[in-house]
């Protein structure tokens, strides 16, 4: 068995890894920041945040916007520090069975929800099926069969195959402890009223939810872990104008922020000496940033004109020209991060000939005026600047080398975005997607056949279809050997690069900037997407 619990040692031979960690657990995840003195109690964080979520429920809808406050008002099974060790959470005690098909949790017994309800078995269990039924990440939770509730703080999960991801899986971001008594049945979950106003057990209690403004979360005064959280208020201020948002920072307005893969603005961040800013701070998401083709509309339906368009782009230019050396191309389905990922595949190298000709082999030929067809690139408006730069470049390039024009659609916002996206009105987008540490987790349902679902963001929007990628990811998902999910994983990266359903570009940087006067930060591998129980304010003098 892999055991966990107080005073004892845990050794997992992780499936990410393939490493043997060796860890005294539980920790104090915030201790190590404070060097021995206590942290200050009180005050008020005010984290920008690029858009606003279409509610605050993490079990239905991924994404930063949502799994920033979600992960403040809803606890999950486990934590994670930013070395991939799991720590407790209202799990303190977790046992894996030898063949890989049950999980253990013991809860601890003074949690109770914002409404004061105690947390049980049952509510745990609810939350796992419900994650299960209506996450975008249909493979995140697929192997789970049952769920036991011996007894209101034991849990068993039964598995139908080994689950390498299980442990990560149970993040509050990916897994957040609905409250059954007030959602009642999985079916009610998605559109319920109380994801606009959850009620929780997290560290933070909603205040407020003011779509287009703010997020307003008070101190939970009953949260389980003693002591915490240090913070009286923490306050998300929604900012989609970056410039607006590098103006609240720099003058004190905004005390925490992320910045999205945009040079310049990174660099002014680096420029203030009241900032830290830490670059590897959402170590765990593995994003990717890429172009996402509709297979289920002509003439993206047909491969040619897919590997045409990639044939066309120079990535390093794209790279250097806007990043100066701050990240590097992306060449997979999985990130070059990851363990997992192999770089044997079709590299894709600028080749205008190549490109000309499979849209001729694909039926597309110049018309009288040079021009063979048009189509729509569609990105998110919250990360305007840079989109900019690249459509412009992927405009100027497609028209003068291939005939093609690229039509650049900007929605007027991020849900307006989404929808788009998740109902299929779109001929290629523009965006960056997590893997979220395991290929199970945040690259499977990008394209299992079986994740195609209208309406579902970041799921298979790209109506990808393909029997053998399928079976290799089922098999990788269910397979505990490292060496042999490895093997696994690069057959089937060359798969999707010999079929594009969207073609990576680069790599995005996720930069956490915050005011040098917070202590406990950077805590986690995810980020902001973890709760901020341990976040507190220095004294001036420190």
């Known amino acids: 068995m892999l055991k966990h619990g107080k005073n004892s040692r845990?050794?997992?031979?992780?499936?990410?890894?393939?490493?043997?960690?060796?860890?005294?657990?539980?920790?104090?995840?915030?201790?190590?920041?404070?060097?021995?003195?206590?942290?200050?109690?009180?005050?008020?964080?005010?984290?920008?945040?690029?858009?606003?979520?279409?509610?605050?429920?993490?079990?239905?809808?991924?994404?930063?916007?949502?799994?920033?406050?979600?992960?403040?008002?809803?606890?999950?099974?486990?934590?994670?520090?930013?070395?991939?060790?799991?720590?407790?959470y209202l799990a303190e005690k977790w046992e894996i069975s030898k063949d890989g098909l049950s999980v253990s949790l013991n809860l601890v017994k003074n949690a109770v929800f914002h409404d004061g309800k105690p947390i049980t078995s049952e509510d745990v269990a609810f939350s796992i099926m419900t994650v299960k039924?209506?996450?975008?990440?249909?493979?995140?939770?697929?192997?789970?069969?049952?769920?036991?509730?011996?007894?209101?703080?034991?849990?068993?999960i039964r598995l139908k195959n080994p689950h390498p991801a299980i442990l990560l899986a149970m993040s509050p971001a990916l897994l957040p402890i609905l409250p059954k008594h007030i959602y009642k049945s999985v079916e009610n979950v998605k559109n319920h009223p109380a994801n606009m106003k959850p009620i929780g057990s997290g560290p933070f209690k909603l205040e407020a939810f003011v779509p287009g403004k703010e997020i307003?979360?008070?101190?939970?005064?009953?949260?389980?872990?003693?002591?915490?959280?240090?913070?009286?208020?923490l306050t998300i201020k929604i900012i989609r104008n970056t410039l607006e948002e590098?103006?609240?920072?720099?003058?004190?307005?905004?005390?925490?922020?992320?910045?999205?893969?945009?040079?310049?603005?990174?660099?002014?961040l680096r420029s203030l000496d009241h900032l830290v800013v830490v670059k590897n701070g959402f170590k765990g998401i593995g994003p990717i940033y890429w172009l996402a083709f509709n297979l289920q509309k002509?003439?993206?339906?047909?491969?040619?004109?897919?590997?045409?368009?990639?044939?066309?782009?120079?990535?390093?230019?794209?790279?250097?020209?806007?990043?100066?050396?701050?990240?590097?191309?992306?060449?997979?389905?999985i990130s070059s991060g990851n363990p997992f990922y192999s770089s044997d595949v079709n590299l894709y190298e600028q080749d205008?000939?190549?490109?000309?000709?499979?849209?001729?082999?694909?039926?597309?030929?110049?018309?009288?005026?040079?021009?063979?067809?048009?189509?729509?690139?569609?990105?998110?408006?919250?990360?305007?600047?840079?989109?900019?730069?690249?459509?412009?470049?992927?405009?100027?390039?497609?028209?003068?080398?291939?005939?093609?024009?690229?039509?650049?659609?900007h929605p007027e916002n991020f849900n307006e975005w989404v929808q788009k996206v998740s109902n299929w009105e779109f001929d290629v987008t523009m965006d960056d997607v997590f893997n979220w540490a395991d290929p199970v987790i945040g690259v499977h349902r990008t394209y299992l056949s079986s994740n195609i679902r209208k309406g579902v963001i970041w799921s298979n929007t790209q109506g990808y279809?393909?029997?053998?990628?399928?079976?290799?990811?089922?098999?990788?998902?269910?397979?505990?050997?490292?060496k042999k999910r490895y093997a696994l994983y690069r057959k089937f990266q060359k798969i999707i690069i010999d079929e594009l359903p969207v073609y990576p570009l680069f790599q995005p940087f996720f930069a956490l900037a915050y005011h040098k006067n917070l202590g406990g930060t950077n805590q986690s591998i995810w980020g902001l997407m973890t709760p901020l129980d341990t976040v507190y304010w220095k004294p001036v003098s420190q």
């Open 10 to 88: 845990l050794l997992i031979k992780t499936a990410i890894t393939s490493f043997l960690f060796i860890f005294i657990v539980p920790m104090d995840m915030g201790a190590a920041e404070s060097k021995g003195a206590l942290p200050r109690s009180g005050g008020e964080l005010v984290v920008s945040l690029y858009a606003t979520p279409p509610h605050l429920n993490p079990a239905v809808q991924s994404g930063l916007a949502t799994s920033l406050p979600g992960a403040q008002i809803f606890a999950g099974l486990l934590r994670f520090d930013n070395q991939w060790h799991p720590h407790p």
């Open 352 to 409: 205008f000939e190549k490109a000309n000709r499979l849209l001729d082999e694909a039926g597309y030929r110049r018309d009288e005026t040079g021009k063979r067809f048009s189509f729509r690139i569609t990105y998110m408006p919250e990360k305007t600047g840079i989109n900019q730069k690249i459509t412009g470049y992927l405009r100027e390039v497609f028209l003068r080398n291939l005939g093609v024009e690229a039509i650049i659609e």
């Open 465 to 482: 279809r393909n029997p053998a990628a399928d079976a290799l990811m089922a098999q990788a998902g269910s397979e505990l050997d490292f």
């Open 246 to 268: 590098g103006l609240a920072i720099e003058t004190g307005a905004v005390h925490m922020m992320v910045s999205f893969q945009d040079l310049s603005e990174l660099n002014h």
């Open 216 to 233: 307003r979360l008070i101190k939970n005064n009953d949260f389980f872990i003693r002591g915490r959280p240090y913070l009286d208020r």
């Open 298 to 333: 002509k003439p993206y339906n047909d491969v040619r004109v897919r590997k045409a368009i990639a044939y066309a782009i120079d990535r390093k230019f794209i790279v250097d020209a806007t990043f100066k050396g701050e990240t590097v191309i992306e060449t997979g389905p």
């Open 133 to 156: 039924a209506l996450h975008p990440f249909k493979s995140m939770m697929a192997p789970v069969e049952r769920v036991d509730t011996p007894d209101p703080h034991t849990v068993v």
